[in-house]
């Protein structure tokens, strides 16, 4: 026995040291949390190995704040004038979407809608990665200390990166969208079709359980359904690049991510959602019942108007205002839902119109609006919402870790 | 370029230093978890399975080999989302090859360093996919044309990296 180990010693050891590693790898597989099992010795390589990358980048940043703020002068003046005409642009763009975002505001407030903010972020810079092709995760320099947990969100202004995967004391592993053991919960901003965006080995991104009858279009946007309870709904995920039949019944949809998750530098970690019902804007005062009438070309006509009032309803009735492909699908259940109280209905329509009025009028309207809507809990956001995902798609402003709230 | 036989008499056998030792695969496995950041197509690469791969030819002793190359595997794994031991595991089983192939092959000229770390590659990706589908149960897709261009990849830059560290090297 002994001359043969001693014969076979490497062979011996070799086949020792697997055993030991797949007994390892048994134990953590077996045990669900295996990532807390193992957290220990995850932190000692990570703390050797990521002061160094902190290093690099603070001498990285040192010398580039150098160059950029004395050297890389040169353009800033053709710059500065572009970048104050895309204000220009970006300020009318905000007063239509503004608009759109308070009628949306006053329609879910009506429905007893429940909204879900991001209420306070953790700003974080990217100081490394996993180093591996068939992973893609990211290192980033705030952990435990800043308040982060696993499953945390991680955003950037374009669009969803991943989630908070493993928590140490000064740095965290993020493990990014396009890995190929991530899903997320998306629907598409126009269809809303619904699915489920993973990952594949060459780190693109593919939208999963779309039936092949449905229609999607190259360019649609995708946003996160709020469905995997870590994203809030909403949020930029991507646009659909490439649609082709897929394995079974399903749609194969390539889909290109609105970050740029190979360039990343610095990311927001949603430490905090905060999930309160819609509020409609109190600026200006404009009855619900008014607004969906515009919206409801079907709604009845008002009566003949008084002289010196303004059919609002009916002028706006008059030319609706969305067109085919907006106009919801559960249209008729708001209908019926503003339809219900018909002594209600009679005073909006009245000429004797006046704000408190209105007021009131609104008060029973939200309030038959959530009957509605308890009754009938299959004509949920799909269904109901006439321009859904405006107001959540650009998230109210968040509070840093600087200015919480 | 032919692979010759050689025999052990003529083989001669490297030793490194320790702070070689420790510093090679640390410099590695930082610069694999750095660099990919900065330039996203670098983390096709597998620097510490190159280094795995040198230090195994070049000591030309399957147990150091082996066990160099299940403490970078681990490590490397310890930096990554999965459990710990996939990478392990597909490293040593490379460090003991290719210390065991050092002792029997002239691993000395380029073209052979070449088609080695191609081979030792595509090894080290079949254990790593076995192990992380079989055990694991991770959805891994393994990709043939990613594969073989990753690990010519790696045979190119592994023949330059292998010139630089054997510089390195100390005659016993």
Do not use: C
């Not at chain 1, 076979?8 to 669900?32: D, E, M, P």
């Amino acid at each position: 026995m002994e001359s043969i180990l001693g014969r076979y010693r490497n062979l011996t050891i070799l086949v020792g040291v697997l055993f030991l590693q797949v007994l390892g790898l048994a134990v953590q597989v077996k045990r669900s949390a295996d990532v807390e099992n193992t957290r220990l010795i995850r932190i000692w390589a990570v703390d050797v190995i990521t002061p160094l990358e902190r290093g690099v980048i603070w001498l990285q940043n040192g010398g580039g704040s150098i160059l950029h703020n004395y050297l890389f002068l040169r353009g800033v003046r053709a710059e500065n004038r572009q970048l104050k005409d895309q204000i220009e642009q970006m300020r009318l763009e905000e007063v239509r979407l503004s608009e759109d975002a308070t009628q949306a505001h006053r329609l879910q407030s009506l429905l007893a809608f429940k909204e879900q903010f991001i209420a306070k972020t953790v700003a974080a810079q990217v100081i490394g990665s996993s180093g591996s092709d068939l992973s893609r995760s990211i290192y980033i320099d705030k952990g435990e200390n800043a308040g982060l947990k696993p499953d945390m969100a991680v955003i950037t202004a374009g669009g969803i990166v991943g989630k908070v995967w493993l928590v140490y004391p000064s740095t965290s592993l993020v493990l990014m969208i396009n890995d190929q053991s991530s899903g997320v919960g998306v629907f598409m901003e126009k269809s809303r079709l619904q699915g489920v965006l993973r990952g594949t080995p060459n780190g693109e991104l593919i939208l999963e359980r779309v039936m092949s009858d449905e229609q999607v279009a190259p360019g649609e946007t995708v946003l996160s359904s709020g469905g995997d309870q870590i994203f809030p709904k909403g949020l930029p995920v991507g646009t659909v690049s490439k649609v082709s039949p897929g394995k079974e019944m399903f749609l194969s949809i390539k889909v290109k991510p609105a970050a740029d998750l190979s360039r990343l530098e610095e990311v927001l970690v949603v430490t905090e959602k905060q999930e309160r019902g819609a509020v409609a804007d109190s600026g200006e005062r404009v009855r619900a019942a008014d607004i969906l009438a515009r919206r409801l070309p079907s709604v009845p006509e008002k009566p003949a108007p008084v002289a010196g009032a303004v059919p609002a309803a009916s002028a706006a009735g008059a030319k609706p205002q969305l067109s085919g492909a907006d106009k919801p699908a559960g249209g008729e259940i708001l209908k019926r839902v503003v339809q219900k109280p018909v002594s209600g209905d009679a005073a909006l329509n009245g000429p004797a119109n006046d704000a408190s009025t209105g007021t009131s009028s609104e008060n029973s309207s939200r309030t038959s609006g959530a009957k509605a809507n308890s009754a009938n809990p299959s004509a949920k956001p799909a269904t109901t919402q006439p321009k859904p995902a405006a107001p959540q798609t650009t998230p109210p402003p968040a509070a840093t870790e600087d200015n919480p709230h | 370029m032919p692979i010759t036989y050689t025999s052990e008499e003529q083989i001669e056998v490297y030793r490194f230093s320790l702070p070689v030792t420790v510093g090679v695969p640390l410099l590695a496995l930082f610069l694999q978890a750095f660099l990919p950041r900065r330039f996203p197509s670098f983390s096709y690469l597998d620097l510490p399975l190159l280094v795995t791969i040198f230090f195994g030819m070049a000591r030309r002793n399957p147990i150091s080999g082996l066990l160099t190359g299940a403490a970078i595997g681990l490590v490397q794994d310890m930096l990554g989302p999965y459990p710990i031991g996939i990478y392990g595991i597909a490293k040593t089983v490379v460090g003991y090859l290719a210390s065991s192939l050092g002792v029997k092959l002239d691993v000395e000229n380029a073209g052979t360093r070449l088609l080695v770390t191609l081979a030792f590659y595509l090894i080290h990706a079949a254990v790593y996919f076995t192990v992380a589908r079989g055990m694991v149960n991770l959805t891994l897709n393994w990709s043939w044309s990613r594969g073989i261009l990753a690990g010519l990849a790696n045979a190119v830059l592994g023949v330059g990296l292998y010139f630089l560290l054997d510089k390195l090297k100390q005659r016993t």
